[in-house]
């Protein structure tokens, strides 16, 4: 077998391990990126927006890797806006072409050695440590060692082949549905934003008091109007969908989400498919489920160019490249981030990234459980949330992190996980630096004081 020595090997190119990758690198560790896929970035590359960047009061509350990211699809003409929701939330909008674009550049660019289509298979166990992880791809085997790993797989790929410890999967029976994001090209605005302020019934708006701000659901729409971008949530109970819905021409779902990506395109994003699964990491549901999906953003696309103002001359411009997974596995950490932790928007002295999402959790058919955080604020997640209760060298980031199922429902938004990579990226070249594998020598505080020199919110926000 080929054998390669890094300091850091991070695991996953999503959100969070794209963070990780260049904080490890820029901190001076020789990191290797290992991605299952053929590309770098994960669902930032389908077009939806940046959550939990932005909190409801309109705050930035993570700042770092994710704000050079965003300058460089700024600088290549892909950076569209901060935008209001005026139902729950800000969040970052963005080409998603631009984005494959950024990406690239930031990782290479911190000097990252990257291995794609590469699949973690195995680890190498050492009493508390992982000595090194076992990758496969078409060379054949190779053992990649460390001195610490960052697991930003997602399903917690790295933890569970180590034998860490997950959370048990409370109320997994019914996991939150895998849906398949797309694009349509040609959207006009301004029909569209009539039509929602002519019909303020048919959208969803002011859920969370923050947002609301005493307005009117007709004052919200106006708002939605003057905000001039196609920027609408259409509700499953609406009458529009909901009738929709009745006589088959929709399959049922909680809303249409409508999200701008691409002004001089007229393209949006479209998130509103579903399908429950038992369990997203079985292979044979998974694929089972593109066609289902596939089948429902036809349905989608066809009812929004026959149904809604805006929509008569649009396209389809782009299918997600893989089916989405909301959750997964969790790992358990010396921290378990609870519901409470999020919707008190509690702050705490180990906190080394931070979340301000509302607690949401898809369910199926037209379900979907949406809590505002208190005061639109936002909460800290605590290093211990990072690190596996079972492993010395081992940090996750992500949609993985220890956390209880409602609080996992905040946390796995991008703008977190992209906190959290920078956070446990930052990490692992801080032990290196001290030469120890034990990650919890570092502490929070040393790595809370590099995190602010290096650009991360972590204080002074609501
Ligand atoms: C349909 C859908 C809509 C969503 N909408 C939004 C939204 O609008 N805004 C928002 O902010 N968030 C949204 N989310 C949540 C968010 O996109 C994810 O939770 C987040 O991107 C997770 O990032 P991650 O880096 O933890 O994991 P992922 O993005 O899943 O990345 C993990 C990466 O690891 C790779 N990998 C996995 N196992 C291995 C292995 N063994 N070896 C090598 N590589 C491996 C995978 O290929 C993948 O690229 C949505 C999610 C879905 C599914």
């Known amino acids: 077998m080929h054998i390669k020595i890094y300091d850091a090997v991070v695991i996953g190119a999503g959100s969070a391990g794209i963070a990780a990758a260049v904080a490890a690198a820029r901190n001076g560790a020789r990191t290797a990126l290992v991605e299952a896929g053929p590309s770098l970035g994960g669902e930032l590359l389908t077009g939806m927006t940046i959550d939990g960047a932005i909190n409801a009061r309109g705050e930035w509350i993570i700042g770092g890797v994710v704000g050079d990211l965003l300058d460089l699809c700024r600088k290549l003409g892909g950076f569209v806006a901060p935008l209001n929701d005026w139902r729950l939330i800000h969040y970052v909008a963005y080409d998603p072409e631009i984005m494959k674009i950024a990406i690239p550049q930031l990782v290479f660019g911190a000097g990252v050695d990257v291995h794609l289509n590469t699949f973690a298979t195995d680890v190498v166990r050492d009493g508390n440590r992982v000595a090194g992880v076992i990758v496969r791809n078409k060379n054949g085997n190779t053992l990649l060692t460390a001195s610490a790993f960052v697991d930003a797989s997602g399903d917690a790929d790295l933890c569970s082949m180590a034998g860490g410890t997950m959370?048990?999967?409370?109320?997994?029976?019914?996991?939150?549905?895998?849906?398949?994001?797309?694009?349509?090209?040609?959207?006009?605005?301004?029909?569209?934003?009539?039509?929602?302020?002519?019909?303020?019934?048919?959208?969803?708006?002011?859920?969370?008091?923050?947002?609301?701000?005493?307005?009117?659901?007709?004052?919200?729409?106006?708002?939605?109007?003057?905000?001039?971008?196609?920027?609408?949530?259409?509700?499953?109970?609406?009458?529009?969908l909901s009738k929709a819905i009745a006589r088959g021409e929709m399959y049922p779902t909680a809303l249409i989400m409508i999200q701008p990506t691409c002004p001089p395109r007229k393209e949006v994003c479209i998130n509103s498919t579903r399908v429950s699964l038992k369990d997203p990491l079985a292979p044979a549901e998974l694929s089972g489920a593109l066609r289902t999906l596939v089948e429902q953003v036809h349905r989608c696309s066809a009812f929004l160019v026959g149904n809604v103002p805006g929509f008569a001359h649009a396209t389809l411009s782009g299918l997600a490249p893989r089916v989405g997974i909301r959750e997964s596995r969790r790992?358990?950490?010396?921290?378990?981030?609870?519901?409470?932790?999020?919707?008190?928007?509690?702050?705490?002295?180990?906190?080394?990234?931070?979340?301000?999402?509302?607690v949401d959790i898809h369910q199926a058919g037209t379900g979907q459980i949406r809590i505002p955080v208190a005061g639109g604020g936002s909460y800290d997640i605590p290093l211990g949330s990072l690190l596996p209760k079972d492993i010395d060298n081992v940090v996750v980031a992500g949609r993985c992190l220890s956390a209880s199922r409602d609080a996992?429902?905040?946390?796995?938004?991008?703008?977190?996980?992209?906190?959290?990579?920078?956070a446990a990226g930052t990490l692992v070249a801080l032990a290196r630096r001290q030469n120890g594998p034990d990650l919890r020598s570092v502490g929070s505080a040393r790595l809370r004081n590099t995190l602010r020199e290096q650009g991360a919110i972590l204080d002074g926000t609501a």
Not at 347 to 356: L, M, P, S, T
């Open 408 to 422: 996992h429902g905040s946390a796995r938004v991008m703008g977190s996980c992209l906190a959290m990579g920078q």
């Open 167 to 240: 959370l048990p999967h409370e109320g997994m029976d019914n996991p939150q549905p895998v849906s398949m994001m797309f694009r349509m090209a040609g959207v006009d605005a301004e029909p569209l934003l009539d039509f929602v302020r002519a019909h303020p019934e048919h959208v969803a708006v002011g859920e969370s008091d923050a947002i609301r701000g005493g307005r009117t659901d007709a004052e919200i729409v106006e708002e939605i109007y003057r905000q001039g971008q196609p920027c609408v949530f259409f509700r499953g109970d609406g009458p529009l």
């Open 331 to 358: 790992i358990e950490g010396d921290h378990v981030l609870t519901r409470d932790d999020v919707l008190e928007a509690r702050k705490r002295e180990d906190g080394v990234a931070k979340g301000c999402h509302h």
